[in-house]
């Protein structure tokens, strides 16, 4: 997951009611006395059960006032590429409290306050900018976990947006769908008030300081998080660009469902 460029983004703005600063020292305090506990926890993904690491993630958004909403249904399939749109560093805790599975994310995540040390724990693999050999490292892990029967999470925007919009979809991560024959699930996240207008404030793009994100979210008095589960995406008869193109599609469409279904 890295940041992106505001260029041509829509400013940020915030719910008109913002939660008082008691409410948000009090997340903070709840927030960094929960984090304490992710070290203690079993953390390997079991696709088979709710693993404690889900339950973790689970209760970190509830400490922001963070509600999540899925709709639609998992693949009958154990070992699947989960493909989704990106927006904020919550996605992955929004992810994650929902599918026991690994992430693959830019190496620069790795380095980043709060969610760095997360994401390490969570079973993140991490990949290096430019870099051909880390890319296929990357792959060979994402295979072995994949043989494991357990889900591997990525990003092909390659970057985040203000949920304004969907970008290209990078091709290569899709050749563990036509190596393997493991099916896509293409996942469609929308962030929104409890009153189902789109929240841009949550997302984190550009080149700002990571607290500056964080504070926003903790201003929000409460944030809905819908996220919609299109049909699966199988690779009989397609290549990687085939697979890229059918799972955008299939994002977008989740996202104007979304939209359209308040």
Known sequence: MTATSRDNAPSLTASSHATGLSVRAARVLRSLWHIRQIFSLDKTPDPERRDPLSRWFKTSLEILGVEVRAVGERPSATAFLIVANHISWLD???????????????????????????????????????????????????????????PITVFPEGTTTTGDRLLPFKTGVFDLCTETGSPALPVSIRYETPD?????????????PFFRSFGRTLREPRVVVRVYLSPPVFPEGKDRRTMAGACQEAVANGLARLASSR
């Open 92 to 150: 992955i805790m929004v992810l994650r409290s929902l599918f026991s599975t690994c992430f693959i994310a830019k190496q620069e995540i790795a380095r980043w306050p709060v969610v760095g040390p997360m994401a390490r724990e969570a079973g993140t693999i991490f990949i290096g900018r430019n870099s051909l050999s880390s890319f296929r490292e990357t792959l060979a892990a994402s295979r072995r976990s994949l043989d494991k029967k357990i």
């Open 196 to 208: 189902g207008l789109q929240l841009t404030s949550i997302s984190y793009t550009g080149d700002e």
